[in-house]
């Protein structure tokens, strides 16, 4: 699975700091997501930080990928 950020996302920065792995940056437009980091924070914990924190639900697991 991956998680991804959608073009709901405002910018705020909630997501890149609760994130464990350093996974998620700002980039041009919103931030993304480096799919070689993200762990989805299995074994850290119950559930993705990122998802869990984003105020506007712009971020969710994507389980077609």
């Not at 762990?39 to 869990?52: D, L, R």
Request: charged letters at 20%; proline letters at 6%; a negative charge.
């Amino acid at each position: 699975m991956v998680v991804k950020i959608s073009d709901e996302c405002i910018s705020c920065g909630a997501c890149e700091v609760e994130c464990p792995n350093k996974a998620i940056s700002e980039g041009p437009t919103s931030y993304v997501v480096d799919l070689e980091r993200c762990t989805e924070c299995v074994g850290i914990h119950s559930a993705p930080q990122c998802i869990q924190t984003c105020p506007v639900s712009a971020i969710a697991v994507d389980e077609s990928c």
